[in-house]
């Protein structure tokens, strides 16, 4: 028996009950969120945020999508066109990412309009300082553990914001969180490896860095799939999307070594464009024998948001399940803290 189907062994290392957590996040769905409309001219947004913070911004490229600019900013400077027609968007879970400070002064000078999403912290002192609209995060181990609360608070603000139809939003988010409460059971820790896709994948994946592809549809998950795999697992991992990774990376598996230390894993979702499929389907064929043979996960689901979490929840049990395989507790980042601390001297 594998020590994954152990579960007095999973309540020794898994002592935050990450996987209960994983289990239970079609709830942050449901949440909530009580914002005001905004009525102001919005003419571009700009979201500013770090790590698990801007993940909520890359879901929702996918789903809603935009019909006005639309830039994620990952640093200290916001672009230079942000102005009094802006909308940025300033999230931390923490509150204090130093980075995103940094941007919501900018966007202070600049006198866009600002929302602030966190859970407390510097963010929320400066938004009560300034009159600006903060909403507020329910409490979670840590900010990897609350991306759906901060997608349902962002997709929330965009409702108020009057860029995204409410009531249709709203639907399908309950629609999406119902589909998840039935379907993320099925990879809890109580289903054997042999019947459990997230452990299947998991016992493959050991000893090996995972390399995570995606289309532009799926690419936020391929790059949730990656971080999932370096805090939970403290494992080294990769992503890249399609069609780019055709023009580049494609080449890179093409040389020697032919064994490679890696796990190949491309995300497929039957809403990608056609052109999107063809190129999986031939890539896996040109380099047959060049590099590993890649792990297909099909999403599941009939509309594109549930088709987009479901792969990004099956990451998750995976990630947790490569953890306790590598003998370590999820939930801790103390390496990242220590850093955030070495940093602020």
């Not at 139809?165 to 054997?192: G, M, V, W, Y």
């Not at 894993?265 to 590099?291: N, P, V, W, Y």
Request: charge should be negative.
């Amino acid at each position: 028996m594998s020590v994954i189907d152990d579960l007095k062994y999973i309540h020794l290392k898994d002592t935050s009950d990450a996987l209960g957590i994983a289990e239970k996040q079609w709830q942050q769905l449901e949440h909530v969120f009580d914002i005001p409309k905004l009525s102001y001219p919005i003419e571009n947004i700009v979201f500013t945020g770090m790590g698990g913070s801007a993940l909520a911004a890359l879901l929702s490229k996918t789903w809603p999508g935009y019909k006005v600019p639309f830039e994620i900013v990952r640093g200290y400077n916001l672009p230079s066109y942000v102005g009094s027609k802006t909308l940025v968007v300033a999230s931390s879970y923490s509150g204090n990412t130093e980075e995103t400070l940094s941007a919501l002064h900018e966007a202070l000078e600049a006198k866009a309009h600002i929302v602030c999403i966190s859970s407390g912290g510097k963010l929320a002192e400066i938004a009560k300082e300034n009159d600006l609209l903060w909403v507020e995060l329910p409490k979670a181990s840590q900010p990897r553990f609350a991306t759906l609360y901060s997608f349902k608070a962002f997709v929330t603000v965009l409702e108020r914001a009057g860029l995204v139809n409410a009531d249709s939003a709203e639907k399908e988010i309950h629609q999406t969180a119902e589909f998840l409460r039935t379907h993320l059971t099925s990879f809890n820790p109580t289903i054997p490896a042999a019947k459990n896709p997230a452990k299947k994948l998991a016992l493959d994946l050991i000893g090996l860095s995972p390399v995570v592809y995606g289309g532009p549809l799926m690419a936020p998950a391929a790059y949730k799939w990656k971080i999932s795999f370096n805090e939970n697992a403290k494992n080294v991992a990769w992503w890249n999307e399609f069609p780019e990774f055709n023009h580049n990376e494609f080449l890179g598996w093409a040389s020697h070594p032919v064994e490679k230390p890696y796990a190949v894993i491309d995300l497929r979702s039957s809403f990608e464009h056609e052109r999107i499929q063809k190129r999986f389907d031939l890539t896996a064929r040109l380099l047959s024998g060049r590099r590993p043979a890649p792990f297909t996960i099909q999403a599941q689901g009939d509309t594109l948001l549930e088709q987009l979490l479901y792969i990004m929840a099956l990451g998750d049990f995976v990630s947790l399940y490569m953890a306790l395989l590598n003998g370590i507790n999820p939930t801790p980042v103390e390496l990242i803290e220590k850093f955030k601390v070495e940093l602020g001297k």
